[in-house]
C-alpha cells in the first residue's frame, strides 16, 4: 500500500540529470514530493512521517532486473543447490542425490539446480552413469546453470519413453554414445520434454513460488523484475491473484511466450503494456537459440575446436520471421533470447522487415542476453533503436565456459556496456536469475571490474563508472518497460521505490561491490525489507 516515508542524512543517486545527488528523499502516499536537503524533505511532509537516517549509506532508485525468471527462482530453494560455490566435483553433487533419495519414497522426482561443468573437476556435465548408482528408483534430472543443458539418470530417461531409437526432438540434443543410447545429457527441447514429465505445481504452488522468489530480489534491493515466459493461464492466473490481493513482491512485467499467448491475447486486443504499476503485459517472447555453456547458442562461425558445430536455431529463420511479424503487427513489443551472433543477427533482420512491413514508431524491441557482439552488430542495434537486456553477471560466473567454447576473441565485448555507451544503445541489467543469483551488486561489480568470480578480467576496456552501472538497473530498465515515466529516478511525481545500501557504494573499491548488502528495499513509501 503507498506509505508516507522520509530518508535524511544520505548519499542519495537520484538518476535524475537536473538533481543528481542529494541528502534527503521525501515520499508522499507512495510517490516522491521532495528529492534535495534535509530541511526541504522534512517540510514536505508532515512531522509524523516515518523517518529512516541513513547515516551517509547509498541510497538509488529501486532497482529493476530487467530478464528473470521469479517463479523460477522460488521453486529452484526447494531443489538441489548445485551452484559451482558448493559443489566443486560431480561427486559432491552426487552426494546431494544420495542424501535426497534416501528421504523421498521411491519414485519421486529430485531435481537439482545451478552446476557448471566449466567449474567442476571432471569439466563435464553429470549424466546417467554417474547418477544410476545413487538414485536407481527415483528419476533425477539436474539443470545446468544456463537451464540450457541438463544431467538425467535412466528413470528419467525411462519415464520419458527415451531410447536408442528416440530421433532428437527439433531444437535439442541428446547426447549418445558410440552405440547411439543416449547418455542423459538434454540440450535445450529435449531437456524441456524430459521436464515435462515431472510434476508441475498448481496455482496455488505457483503463487507460494512467486512469493519465495521475489523475497529473493527484495533482499537484493530489487523492486521491479520481468517474468522472462508466462506460457500458461494457471501462471497468468497465479500472479493476477497475488496481485489483486496485493501481496506481489516486485512489480512485474510479464514476457508473453508467443506460441502459446499471442493468439488469445491479440484476439481479446491486449498488447504491451496493458496492465497497472504493480502487474502489466510486456513483450511478446521467442527463443532463436540456446546457450554457450550448451553449444546451443547459433554462431556465425564453428565453435572452438570444432569444424562445424555452430549452435542451434530454436526454429527456422523464416519461422521466426513470421512470428516476429504477428506479435509486431498486434501491436506488441517483442522480445527475443539471442546470445550468439548469428541469432542476433537473424533477430535483428525480423525486427528490420516487421519494420519495414508495418512502420511503428517506438517499438522498442528487445534483444534478451545479447551476448556476442561485434562493432557491426552493435551499429544496427543503434541504428534499428533496438534494446538489449544483457546479463550483467554473466561473465562473473561463466567466463570459463566461454572461453572454453567460443575463445576469449569472441567474447570481447560480450555484455560490452562501455560499447552500449559508445554506440548510444540503452541497455538494461540482468540476472536471468535463477540462471545466476538475484545479486544485483554483483552485476554492478561485473560492470564496473569486468572480473569473474576469482577476479580475473576479461576485457577490461568494457568497464563502465558506478553511476553508468546504476543507470542499467533503473532508468534503463524503466525504459526496456516504457515506464520511464513512471520509475527509475527519484524526483517529485515518481514512484517512491528506494533500495538503501549498507554503506556509500561509491566510497568502497569496487572489487568488494559484490559483498555489499541492501539494508532497505522500499516500495511506494512502504519499507518491503529490512536487513
Known sequence: MPADLLLLNGRVRTMDPANPSVSAVAIRQGRVVYAGDDAGARAAVPSSTETIDLRGRSATPGLNDAHAHPMMVGAALLDLDLSPERNRTIADILSLVRERAASVPPGTWIIGRGYDDARLAEGRNPNRFDLDPVAPDHPVLLFRMCHHIGGANSAALRLAGISAATPDPDGGVYDRDEHGEPIGVLREHALDFVHGFAPEPDEDGLMAAIVAGGRSFLESGVTSTVEAGIREPKEMRAYQRLAERGELPVRTYLMMMIDQTLDALASLGIITGFGDEWLRIGPAKLFSDGSIGGHTARMLLPYENTETDMGLWMMSPDDLKAKVLRAHMAGFQVGIHAIGDAAIQLVLDAYLEAQQAAPRPDARHRIEHCSIVDDHLL??????????????????????????????????????????????????????????????????????????????????AEAVPLELALKAYTVNGAYASFEEKLKGALKPGMLGDVTVFETDIFAIDPDDLHAVKVDYTISEGGVRYAR
Open 379 to 460: 551499429r544496427r542495434i543503434a541504428d534499428q533503436k533496438v534494446i538489449p537486456i544483457p546479463g550483467t553477471s554473466f561473465l562473473r560466473h561463466f567466463r570459463d565456459s566461454y572461453i572454453r567454447n567460443l575463445g576469449e576473441w569472441r567474447i570481447q565485448q560480450a555484455y560490452g556496456m562501455a560499447s552500449f555507451e559508445r554506440f548510444g544503445i540503452i541497455a538494461a541489467a540482468s540476472t536471468d536469475a535463477p540462471v545466476v543469483p538475484t545479486n544485483a551488486v554483483a552485476g554492478l561489480q561485473t560492470m564496473v571490474t569486468r572480473k569473474d568470480i576469482l577476479g580475473r578480467p576479461c576485457n577490461s
